[in-house]
Every structure is written in structure tokens, then in C-alpha cells.
């Protein structure tokens, strides 16, 4: 018996350590941290990318981008107005509670909560309305054919956890709040939060449960790393398996180096500067007495003081595609033909500068993040160098992304780099955030100020229009008005590198987001 | 007194200094000797930067992006030789180096005249005032001493970059540093200061100064300080090494000097970026440099303390 007793205990300890070694361990590096783990609170890439692995959606992109069941089954338009979801059967949140109707109503309602960053994906909603458990019907003010695709964005939440934990309203970023849904989750995705450090260290184990596929990573940890080379030297070291922003000057080593595999494909994402062109005097210069980025002149002058092709050559070491346009191809609406740069000129520079009153240039300062973009930094440096030959005199503030973005949406900036991915491969994405006129519900990102009624009233007639047709000749309007207004100053498409251990396998995706659950590890 | 006389006065007083005990044993050693020309070398390179650079690398409207990241000893398109290669930037790098080095000397210098200032009257005042007074001025020596330099740095740097606002942070980072890295160094000022100043409390020249009554403020600055120049200026030459070793620790860190502004921790911070993609010259010249200005001043240091203790001699 006591033998018996023995040989079962070592049996069960050999079992338990052959698991372990067993156990798949995925060690992921990036520049910088998640902003929040409130997945409601911070519309930015690297947060929804984070949150991605532990929240579901009602439908989701394949890394080819196209639109298929998450949470919810099947959808289907009703009526113009109305969308009918069937929601997954069977399905429960970390803790263990059941996934239903209600919990989507809750998420929507949140989105929708005045501190929400995510009001635009959820702004043409008018009634949610719960038919059964599995049944929901959504009506909009008016017909909205893309709401799906803003759905790939709307995480859902836990009913009872969000209002047991008291985090029914999302945490406001820009006034650092923290709530409890800040730093712990309760979703449905392929993983579960283990622990979270911020800008150390974030633990996610297997979701045993999940309902898309086994998920073959036992473990994902994640380590922002803020500064290239110690990233790349990491990755060298065997210290993290996969990196999802190598720095470019690195990519012919890491491609030449045994047991490391890169990846490469253009970024839906575009880069540009913003111009604040309502204020009434610069924030950063305010003895100049008034805000030359309001005149066009000016605006043009800097665009063309700008040489974009020697940024993509000697920054982005070809690994980029400069831009006329900011939203990039595969975005629909992206136009060949209006992604053209209006040449670099210096001297036709100076001669508008002048022609604008500003013979002798003027004071300002190019706010920057310096752990967001493919070599944010240097591009900054590099405008700033360009943009004293014409004269205009910026000084360059760059910062760690958490506070370069909490700047910007308290309206401190005159001048600052962003850039912007298109989350639902629409147009009218990029119009809801970035050209329409700033206000509560819309215009949230739209920084530069630019406000043009015409435009606005388009945009809202693009939200429901459904003839394809007359909706594309819209978008084309708005495309062609704001790049002749000069609205932004567009540098660059990114192009998306991933760098990893070449055991490990796992789809690139456009959009620069990491399927983990898709990942396998030989 | 005529022109002729006190030429000549001028010049004993040169020949006095050539004569001293201090010029005699520097040139007996070649390695002083050696760190001081070098260090004078630095020393000029850096401060006549602007007129000795071949490039103005931080006027950034005469720096081209198209020369950027070019090896040392190549030439650009328009003819440009760059000894030392470019950055990524297009900056030359000697030129950088030799503002660098500037913006290097000037923290490190300003930081230990600072703590020097600062750790002196505290060391003065300990040893005329005495009591509790003494007592409270130590232990704070001693709790400051207890925190690594590096640390008191960080932690005055933390404060001032989430107190200023950034329009005026760049500009002030250079006092910022002075400031933090000199109050991270006044401890040994202070003991030394105070210890010779206790001895020299003691001698008649001192009491008959107290018994004429002599203010309290010329007792302290005009009888007692000379004679406790000594150790300031021993503890001064060692700690400068020091101090430009932690100002470029805390730029390397990247809470430092700016990139509009480098200094020598800046540019290897900088270049260190582009070191695995085997960009070895932004970053390799600049640390050289350093490691070449800490030495020479270190050895520097190393023969003044022993030149200057009589009990070596």
C-alpha cells in the first residue's frame, strides 16, 4: 500500500514536471506599455492590441482582415436602421460567469459613457434592445452599413464584475483615474490577465475555456523595452521571443541571424503632423501675438519644407512609403491619385512664409512621442532641422506616448506628430476622428482644430448614406477638400516589421495586431 | 610703481609658480604630465568648439538628413568631409563630440564649484559654531551620504521635470543637473572643510581674531577659508571626474542633458541605438572621448592630492 502510495506520488510528480517543461512559454517585447487595461478608456493601438488578448468582441478581423464571428454568430441588417446579433452560446468570462445579452448591452452603453474613448465606434446607436439571452437588436438614427466593422473594436465587459467592482463608467484618461477595471480585466478572449506591473512586466496564462480554437500558448508575458537597441538585443539574447517593432536599422542583422525570422507588410497606419489652425495665438509662442498655423500659406510652406523621401531613406531606411493622404491603401476611399506629396520646395517655402507675413519665420514647438512610432523621435528631429531651413524655428518636445497623448487631448499642443491606423479599413473612420469639427461625441482626435461646416455636414450625411456610390463620391469630397485646405501634414505609411524566434509561428496582420491565439510555438 | 616694475613683479610671480614645489613634482611625472596636456588639449577643443568645429551641428538649419549615417572618414555629396561619420541625423560627429564634451565640462565643473560653495560654508560653519549646531549639519552629511549620488540626482531631476513645464524644461536642464549633481556632492567638502577648519579654530591667530572682535563673517572667509583651500581644491579635482561620469550616466539614462543639447552621455545614449546595427562610430567616439577626459582628469587629481599632502612628502 505504502508502495503503491509512493509510486503514485512519484508518478504524479513526473507528470507535473513534464507538463512544465512542456508548458508554452510566449515572451513578447514592445516599445512601450498598454495605457490602460480599461477597455473602454484609450482608443490607441498597442492598448486595443493588449486588450485584444483578453477581451472579446461581437466580431472580429482574421489577420487577412476580414470580418467574422467573435461573440456574437451571425448579424444581419434587419432593416436599413435596425441589426439583428445572435450571440455565442456557452461562453463565459474568466471568472466564470456567462456570457449574455445583457453583458452586450452594458459594453455598447458603456462605449457610449462620456469618459469613453470609444464614443465615435458607437455614436450612430440609438437602441439597444435585448430580444432573449442570445438575441440582440440594435437600431441606429440612421442607416449605418459599416456598423460591424466598428463592432471589431467594441470589447465587451462582464455586467455583474463591472458593477460588482464599481466600474460601470470608464476610467478618464485624461484626468489619471484609476478604477479597479484600469489595472485587472474580466473578459472573454483567448487569455487571462495573471498580473500586471505597468511598464514592466504583464502575465497572461490560457484561456482553457476559450471558444475560438485551442489556444496552443500556455503563457504570454509581456515586456515593454522603451529603448531599440536593448529590444533587439533582447530578442538576440533569447531574452523575449517576439517583438512586434524591431527598430528598422536593425532589420538586415536580426534577417541574418540564425533561429530569428522577420516578417514584413505595409501598415494601414499613417503618420503626419497636426497643425492647431483655430487657435488664437500659439500655445508655445504666445508674444508672436497671433497663430500663423491658421494661414494656409504658412501650412503649405511647412509641408513643403518638408523632404519626405530623405525620412523614408536615411530614417526609415526605405521601410516606409511617403504620403500625401493620411490614411494608407487598403483603407477604403484611399485615393492613388490624391496620396501624392506636393513637391519639397525650401525656396517656394520661404516665398509663401514671406507672403504670409513671416519673412523671418517664427518660434514654435513640435510636441512629439518617443515610444509610439517607427522612429518617432528621430523623425521629429529631422522636421525640426528641415523647418529651420525656411525659417520657422521649432523646438522639439519629445515624450513618452503616455504623456505625449494626454497632452494632446487636454489641447496643450500647437504642433505634434500622430499617427493614425484605420480600424475599420473605412474613410469615414478616419473623418469621425481627425476632420470633423471637434466636439463631445465626435472630432475627438481631431487636434489640429479644423473645423469646416460643409465638410461636418458631410460627414454625417457619409454615416448613413448606403448607395456605395454617392457615398464614395462623398468620401472623395471630404479627401480632396481637407488635403487642398492643407488640414494635415502627412509623412509617411508605416510598413509593418515583426521579428521573432523562428520557432515561433503566428499570422502577421496589418493592422499591427499580434493573434496570439493563433501563435504556435514548435 | 613703473611699467618695468611690475612687469617684473608679474613676472617673479610666474616664476614663483614655475619654482613651487607643486610645478616640480608635476614634471617629474610623465603621466601628469601627460593628463595635463591632454586635459588642456580637452579642454580647448571643447571651449573653442565654435570657433574649431568644422560643422555647426546644433544650428539644425545647416544639417542635411541626406548625410546622415555616413562612416568616418567619408565625404558627402557635396563635398563634406566627416572624420569622425555622421549621426543619423546627418551631424558631424567630431564637432558633436566637441560640444558634447563642452556641455560635459561645464555640468561637471558647475556642479563641484557648487557643492564646493555649498559644502565648504556648511563645513565652516560646523567647525567655528560648534555644538548642536555641528552636530545637526553632520548628520545630515551623514544621511546624505548614506543615498548614492546617482540617486539624490535622479530625485531632484524627477521633481524638476514634473514640476517645470516643458516649454522651459530644456532650457533649464543644464541648471537642473548643476543643481543635483552638486547637491549630491557637498558631503566631502563639508567633513574635509570641516576638519581642517577645527584645527586652524584653535591657533592664536584665530582666537585673536574672536577676542578683537572680528565679525563672525571675516573670521570665516578671511582667516579661516585660506587656510582650508587645500583640501577644496584636492577634493574639487577628484570629484570632477566623478561628477562628469554621473551627469553622463544620468544622460545615458536619458534624464540628462537634452538631444538639442547633448552632452557626452546624450551622444553615447544616442549612438548606443545604432550600435547592433553596426553603426559603431556614433556611439564609439563619444564614449572614447570620455573615457579619455575622466582619466586624464582623474590622474590629474590623483598627483594633486598626493602633491599636496605633506605627509607624502
Known sequence: MVKRKAFMFLFVALFALTSAANAKTLRWGFASDALTMDPHSQNESPT?????????TLV????????????ATSWEAATPTTWIFNLRKGVKFHDGSAFTAEDVKFSLERAAHPSSDYKPYVNTITGIKIINKYKIKITTKAPDPILPSYFTYVFIMDKQWSEK????????????????????????????????EPDLRTVFKRNPDYYDGRVKIDKLVYTPIKEASTRVAALLSNEIDFLNDPPVQDLARLKATRGIKVMSTPQI???????????????????????????????????RAIDAVAIQKKIMRGLSVPAGMITAPGVHGYDKNLDQRIPYSPKVAKRLLADAGYPNGFKIRLDCPNDRYINDEAICQAAVSM?????????????????HFKSLSNSESDFYMLGWGVATLDSEYVFRYLVHTRSPKIGAWNHANYSNSEIDALILSIQKEVDNKKRDKMIHKVWKTIGDDITYLPLHH??????MSDKVNIPIQALNETYFYQATID | MSESQQQAQEMSLIARAFDSDLWHSFKESKVTMLAGIITAFLLITSFAAPLLAPYTPFDPGSISLWAADLPPMSVDEDGNTYLMGTDNQGRDILSVIMYGMRTSLIVGAGAIIFAAILGSAIGLISAYFGGWLDSLLMRIADVQLSFPAILVALLINGVAKATL????????MMYILIFSLGMAAWVPFARSVRAAAMVENQKEYVLAARIMGVPVRSILLRHLLPNVLNPILVIATVNLAISIITEATLSFLGVGMPQTEPSLGTLIRVGANFLMSGEWWITLFPGITLVILVLSVNLLGDWLRDAMNPRLK
Do not use: C, H
Not at chain 1, 509662442?285 to 498655423?293: A, S, V
Not at chain 1, 520657422?392 to 519629445?398: D, G, I, K
Not at chain 2, 513645464?165 to 533649464?172: E, H, Q, R, T
Open chain 1, 48 to 56: 486595443i492590441n493588449m486588450l485584444r488578448q483578453v477581451y472579446g
Open chain 1, 60 to 71: 472580429k478581423r482574421t489577420a487577412g482582415l476580414k470580418i467574422i464571428p467573435d461573440l
Open chain 1, 165 to 196: 467592482q464599481g466600474v460601470t463608467a470608464p476610467a478618464n484618461f485624461k484626468a489619471n483615474e484609476e478604477s479597479y477595471a484600469v489595472r485587472n480585466t474580466n473578459g472573454t478572449g483567448p487569455f487571462i490577465l495573471v498580473s500586471r
Open chain 1, 269 to 303: 497606419r499613417t503618420i503626419f503632423l497636426g497643425m492647431d489652425q483655430s487657435a488664437k495665438t500659439l500655445r508655445s509662442n504666445p508674444d508672436l501675438g497671433k497663430n500663423p498655423l491658421a494661414d494656409k500659406r504658412v501650412r503649405e510652406a511647412m509641408y
Open chain 1, 387 to 403: 523647418l529651420a531651413r525656411i525659417g520657422v524655428r521649432a523646438s522639439l518636445n519629445a515624450q513618452p506616448k503616455s504623456i
Open chain 1, 494 to 499: 508605416q510598413v509593418i516589421n515583426w521579428a
Open chain 2, 165 to 172: 513645464s516643458p516649454n522651459v524644461l530644456d532650457g533649464a
